[in-house]
């Protein structure tokens, strides 16, 4: 079966099922997902716990070795299964389809992977853990979210933050979910409230924001130029290529006329489906001429073939497909 973060409490609460898989890149809500079946097996017995941290072809000789070794004691044990990589490879598939395929009510297997992609999913072993116990497939909050994710989050830990103090808090900790957690935490152990105006987390919150490419598309086809600004700066910051980040645009310009031209045949990520939607009810203001004008520009800019800073060119660029142009749209790539 398959499961998400929210419906995993309920579901514990009722059964416990012989093998999860927790899959994802959002460190928080990954171990909070494997915390909460850890606590749970905890809760019916399975009081052992044998943890395997598969970084090489060897290490899967091991977790097959202690999948067939009695406990000392007689006790039943959580068997966890770390993977470096969504592909365990053929030997490793076959260790997973096993253990997953044996019927030992002794043990319980918790399997901990990065996000996996469509190729992953449709494999051997992940299959089989749909089909002998649950596939946790765990998600980034979308920006659009995160502002209620922030104060359900909040409310949790038992934080009271004013609507100024939340929208600081998403601005400094945008992508970054587990630093979030720590800024709330931080907070509670101080008093807890926010006079509602921002002052007590503009003094307190640090800038963790962490950016990728990814989600400057998702803003730029969104037609939020301020958050694409402040995204393309962050990533300027942090050290990113600027050939990276100019392939982001690109391609969010390719993915744009691709939905335009053949409706439901983007190749773009499933986050930015809403984003997508939103670019093409603007598409009537953009100009795509001047838009693979101004791209290539800032091409030349990194390469060194045309004078001027390709950051700031990507910037117009950025504003322009939010269909608030900053500048006039230019008339030559040369100059």
């Known amino acids: 079966m398959k499961l998400t973060s929210d ?7 009722q059964k416990l099922l012989p093998a999860y898989l927790v899959s994802g890149d959002e460190p928080l809500l990954v171990a909070e997902a494997a915390d909460a079946v850890r606590a749970r097996a905890r ?6 716990r044998d943890v395997h941290f598969i970084e090489r072809a060897a290490d899967w000789e091991d977790v097959r070795a202690a999948a067939g070794n009695l406990s000392l004691f007689g006790a039943r044990r959580l068997l966890e299964v770390r993977l470096a990589s969504a592909r365990p490879g053929t030997g490793g598939s076959a260790v997973l389809v096993s253990l997953l395929e044996r019927a030992d009510p002794d043990t319980l297997l918790l399997i901990l992977s990065p996000r996996l992609d469509r190729d992953a999913q449709s494999s051997q072993w992940v299959r089989a853990a ?20 922030l104060r359900a989050r909040s409310r ?3 934080v009271d933050l004013g609507p100024d103090a939340v929208q600081l808090l998403a601005e400094r900790t945008e992508g970054n979910l587990l630093a979030a957690d720590q800024e709330l935490r931080k907070l509670a152990l101080l008093d807890g409230r926010d006079s509602g105006d921002g002052g007590a987390a503009r003094a307190g919150f640090a ?10 598309s998702e803003a730029v086809l969104a037609g939020e130029p301020a958050r694409s600004l402040r995204v393309l700066a962050g990533l300027r910051s942090e050290g990113t290529e600027p050939t990276l980040v100019l392939w982001a645009l690109t391609k969010a310009l390719r993915d744009l006329d691709a939905v335009v031209a053949r409706p439901g045949a983007a190749g773009g990520w499933r986050r930015s489906s809403a984003a997508l939607d939103a670019a093409v009810r603007r598409f009537g203001r953009l100009s795509f001429p001047s838009l693979m004008l101004r791209a290539a520009r800032a091409d030349r800019m990194i ?33």
């Open 7 to 13: 419906s995993l409490e309920g579901h514990l609460a």
């Open 43 to 48: 809760e019916v017995g399975f009081t052992e």
């Open 130 to 149: 749909e089909a002998h116990g649950a596939w946790i497939a765990v998600w980034p909050v979308e920006p659009g979210k995160l502002i209620a994710w």
């Open 156 to 158: 949790r830990i038992g």
């Open 207 to 216: 800038d963790s924001a962490r950016f990728d490419v990814f989600r400057l």
């Open 303 to 335: 390469k060194g073939r045309l004078r001027g800073d390709p950051w700031d060119e990507m910037a117009l660029l950025a504003a322009d497909l939010c269909a608030r142009p900053a500048f006039p749209a230019p008339q030559s790539m040369f100059k």
